[in-house]
């Protein structure tokens, strides 16, 4: 029967019936015509491990003690088609050939594809040594360019250029009439001297540094004092005003701020009178503002 494996005759033997359907017909791959020609040939004598051919479906199918099984037909697939960035030749066989066609759009070390539509792509050829890659203006597509540099500071520094009075008990905004620099108009020499203003699109958090200064005078306290749109924020004090010398007080800290909102620096004196502020100068009484940042 089928499966009786491999037997080697010698010269003399005698082949007998069962030994030619046992190991020739039986361990054959037989041809027939369709399955229905192979079930009526080998009614009564199908046996485990019988191989066949079938001419209307080409395909080789074994015989498993059960039922018949494919072991050599080509499949349920009968072509092969494109996609998207994709190339066949030879769709229907033997043997088709698949191509990534995008790989076509590549000519250079270094080039990248991307995007332009749905299912479409294009190149964009690598760019030169110390570019980074950025989006365009029109946010549409990738692009090479110049690595960003440092922020550029904003920000301005000014002082006043001569004495103020400042009364008894009473908080009293210095006025700045000397502008060291500012870069996005922040302060006026002339018109509310006294504010660090915030200008349009600078909203965020800002570093402010105040310095006050007072003449001589050993009485009461001194203080600098910082305000934004009129209120008080920040106090610094100094309780032992001395008499060879005059004091200067500096007041800071980091504040949110939007557009117009303003800030001010501010004296405070309680020696029971009118006092001057020090003779002017940037090493006096200044104020200074710098934009750390949305």
Do not use: C
């Amino acid at each position: 029967m089928a499966g009786a494996g491999y037997k080697l005759f010698n010269t003399g033997d005698v082949l007998t019936a069962a030994q030619v359907n046992t190991y020739l017909n039986e361990q054959t791959v037989m041809v027939f015509a369709s399955s229905a020609a192979r079930t009526s040939a080998l009614s009564g004598v199908l046996a485990e491990g019988m191989m066949s051919y079938l001419q209307d479906t080409n395909s080789v199918e074994v015989y498993n003690g059960t039922s018949w099984v494919n072991v050599g037909n080509a499949g349920d697939i009968t072509e092969v088609q494109a996609g998207v960035g994709i190339s066949i030749a030879s769709g229907t066989g033997p043997i088709p050939v698949i191509t990534n066609s995008s790989t076509d759009l590549i000519t250079t070390a270094g080039d990248l594809l991307y995007g332009t539509a749905a299912d479409t792509v294009a190149r964009l050829g690598i760019g030169t040594a110390g570019q980074v890659l950025k989006v365009n203006s029109g946010a549409t597509a990738p692009e090479w360019g110049a690595a960003g540099g440092a922020a550029s500071f904003v920000g301005a520094s000014v002082y006043k250029s001569a004495q103020q009075s400042v009364n008894n008990a009473t908080e009293t905004a210095s006025n700045f009439d000397t502008e060291v620099f500012d870069t996005d108009g922040f302060h006026s020499n002339v018109t509310n001297n006294s504010r660090m203003t915030i200008p349009s699109g600078k909203d965020g958090k800002y570093l402010l540094l105040g310095r006050v200064a007072f003449v001589a005078n050993t009485t009461g306290v001194r203080q600098g004092r910082l305000r934004k749109n009129g209120n008080l924020i920040a106090v610094n004090t100094d309780t032992t005003p001395g008499s060879g010398g005059g004091q200067n007080i500096e007041v800071s800290g980091i504040y949110s701020a939007v557009a117009g909102d303003y800030f001010e620096v501010a004296y405070w004196q309680n020696s029971g009178g009118a006092l001057n502020s020090e003779n002017g100068g940037e090493y006096y009484d200044a104020f200074m503002i710098q934009y750390l940042g949305a």
